[in-house]
C-alpha cells in the first residue's frame, strides 16, 4: 500500500508563477517530511524538509506546508524559473528514521 | 567529495543470471539504503542498514539480498534476476538522527538502470 500519494503526475506552470505540487499521506506515524528533486539520469536531491511540529518551514523559493489534520503537505515555488523543471518527490519518515517512503512523484515543467 | 557512489551505472542482464550492484559513501554515515524506482510507483524501499553488521528488510525485498561489507560499502546482490526486476536502483545513505536535527534528508547515488531480458 502506498502511504505517501502523489495524485497529480504532471503540473506545468509559466515562468514567475507559482508552482504548488500536493502530497497526501496515511500513516499517522510519520513526524518528518521532506521533498526531492530529481533532474534525468541523476539521483533525487534533498531540497527542503519539516518537522511535524511546524506547519511551515521556507528557504528561499520554496516553502513547504505541513496540515497534519488532513494528512497533506505542500510545496509552493515562488517564483517558477525554467531550471526548477524536474520530477519532484514527497517523503515521509517515522521518528526512527530509516523507513522514509516516497511518493509516485510529480513532474513539473516551468514554461519560459 | 565523492557522496554516494554507484556501479554500475547500466547494466542488461538475462533471466536467472545473478549479479550485485555495489555502492560505497564517504560521509561517514551509519544508515545506507536500496531503493528502486518504476514508473508510477516512486521510490520502494528494499533493504536498509541502520549500522555496519546489521540489515532490515524494507517494502519489496524479496528476489534480493545485502550485505553490509563495511561502514562504507553496501551491495546488493540479485541472485536470479527476473524481468520484473527491470529498474532503476538507488542507493542512499544518512545519518537519520543528525539529519532530522539539521532538516536534511537522504543523500543518494545517480543510479544503476537494470534491464533483465
Known amino acids: 500500500d502506498q502511504q505517501v500519494k502523489q495524485n497529480s503526475p504532471s503540473l506545468s506552470v509559466q515562468e514567475g508563477r507559482i508552482s504548488i505540487l500536493n502530497c497526501d499521506y496515511t500513516n499517522s506515524m510519520f513526524d518528518y517530511f521532506l521533498w526531492y528533486k530529481k533532474y534525468p539520469a541523476e539521483g533525487p536531491t534533498f531540497l527542503i524538509s519539516?518537522?511535524?511540529?511546524?506547519d511551515k518551514n521556507e528557504d528561499g523559493r520554496f516553502t513547504v506546508f505541513l496540515n497534519k489534520s488532513a494528512k497533506h503537505l505542500s510545496l509552493h515555488i515562488v517564483p517558477s524559473q525554467p531550471g526548477d523543471s524536474a520530477v519532484y518527490f514527497c517523503a515521509a519518515s517515522t521518528l526512527e528514521g530509516n523507513d522514509m517512503r516516497f511518493g509516485a512523484g510529480t513532474r513539473l515543467t516551468v514554461k519560459p | 567529495n565523492a557522496g554516494v557512489t554507484q556501479t554500475p551505472k547500466f547494466q542488461v542482464l538475462k533471466t536467472g543470471q545473478s549479479m550485485t550492484l555495489q555502492c560505497a559513501q564517504d560521509m561517514n554515515h551509519n544508515s545506507m539504503y536500496w531503493y528502486r524506482q518504476d514508473p508510477g510507483m516512486g521510490l520502494r524501499l528494499i533493504y536498509y542498514s541502520a549500522s555496519e553488521g546489521t540489515t532490515d528488510k524494507g517494502e519489496v525485498p524479496n528476489g534480493y539480498n545485502v550485505s553490509r561489507l563495511n561502514k562504507r560499502e553496501f551491495s546488493l546482490r540479485l541472485e536470479s534476476a527476473a524481468p520484473s526486476q527491470t529498474s532503476v536502483y538507488f542507493c542512499?545513505?544518512?545519518?537519520?538522527?543528525?539529519?532530522?536535527?539539521?532538516?536534511?534528508?537522504?543523500?543518494f547515488g545517480s543510479g544503476t538502470r537494470l534491464t533483465v531480458v
Open positions: 542512499a545513505s544518512s545519518d537519520p538522527y543528525k539529519n532530522r536535527v539539521r532538516g536534511y534528508g537522504y543523500t
Open positions: 519539516i518537522s511535524s511540529i511546524k
